[in-house]
T-cell receptor
Framework: DVKVTQSSRYLVKRTGEKVFLECVQD?????MFWYRQDPGLGLRLIYF???????EKGDIPEGYSVSREKKERFSLILESASTNQTSMYLC????????????FGPGTRLLVL | QKEVEQDPGPLSVPEGAIVSLNCTYS??????FMWYRQYSRKGPELLMY????GNKEDGRFTAQVDKSSKYISLFIRDSQPSDSATYLC???????????FGKGTRLSVIA
C-alpha cells in the first residue's frame, strides 16, 4: 500500500522561528512535491524535486526552501516563519514521468503566531 | 482568466442523487485530466484519471473530457453520504509537468 507520511499533523510556531516540515515516501518515487492549501486559493505548488539534491521552484517559492538528501525524504524549510505562512502544507510524490498520478500525505496544519 | 476554473460550491444533494462536478480550462495544451477527492482534514487522493478526450467509468464514477469545449466533468451516480468531500480537478500537459489544480468543489450528500 502506497504511503506518504508527514512528520506532524499540527504545528504551532512563533513569528521568526525556523520551521522544518518533513515528508517521507516508501514507493521509490523520483518526484516529490510540497504544496500549500488555503481556503479560496486551492492547492499551490511551492517546490518540487525530481531527484536527490535537485529542486525546482513552483508557483510560490518565496519564503521557503527545500532539501532532498535522500530519495525517500523531502523537507520544506521556513527560514523565518511569518503569519502569512499559516496554512495546510501537503507533500506528494510520483514516479518521474507520471506527475498526473500523485500520492499525497495527510497534511500538516501550521499555525504561525 | 485563470487557467482552471471550478465552482467552489458548496453543493448539497440528497442520497441517491446523480452529482455533476465540472471544471473549465483555458490551456488547450492540457492532455491529462484528473479528479482528486479530499476528505476533511486529509490529503487528496486520486479518484479518476483520463488522458485526452473521452469518457472513463469506474463503478459509480464517470469522468468526461471535452477538449473542444475545454470542459471536464465528474459524474457520481447513486451518491452516498460517504461521497461527502471536496473534489479537486487537476490537469497537465505532460507526465513531467506540474499539475494545475482547480480550487475544489465541496460536496455534501445528505442521508
Amino acid at each position: 500500500d502506497v504511503k506518504v507520511t508527514q512528520s506532524s499533523r499540527y504545528l504551532v510556531k512563533r513569528t521568526g522561528e525556523k520551521v522544518f516540515l518533513e515528508c517521507v515516501q516508501d514507493m521509490d518515487h523520483e518526484n516529490m512535491f510540497w504544496y500549500r492549501q488555503d481556503p479560496g486559493l486551492g492547492l499551490r505548488l511551492i517546490y518540487f524535486s525530481y531527484d536527490v539534491k535537485m529542486k525546482e521552484k513552483g508557483d510560490i517559492p518565496e519564503g521557503y526552501s527545500v532539501s532532498r538528501e535522500k530519495k525517500e525524504r523531502f523537507s520544506l524549510i521556513l527560514e523565518s516563519a511569518s503569519t502569512n505562512q499559516t496554512s495546510m502544507y501537503l507533500c506528494a510524490s510520483s514516479f518521474l514521468d507520471s506527475q498526473e498520478t500523485q500520492y499525497f500525505g495527510p497534511g500538516t496544519r501550521l499555525l504561525v503566531l | 482568466q485563470k487557467e482552471v476554473e471550478q465552482d467552489p460550491g458548496p453543493l448539497s444533494v440528497p442520497e441517491g442523487a446523480i452529482v455533476s462536478l465540472n471544471c473549465t480550462y483555458s490551456n488547450s495544451a492540457f492532455q491529462y485530466f484528473m479528479w482528486y477527492r479530499q476528505y476533511s482534514r486529509k490529503g487528496p487522493e486520486l479518484l479518476m484519471y483520463t488522458y485526452s478526450s473521452g469518457n472513463k467509468e469506474d463503478g459509480r464514477f464517470t469522468a468526461q473530457v471535452d477538449k473542444s469545449s475545454k470542459y471536464i466533468s465528474l459524474f457520481i451516480r447513486d451518491s452516498q453520504p460517504s461521497d461527502s468531500a471536496t473534489y479537486l480537478c487537476a490537469m497537465t500537459r505532460t507526465g513531467n509537468t506540474p499539475l494545475v489544480f482547480g480550487k475544489g468543489t465541496r460536496l455534501s450528500v445528505i442521508a
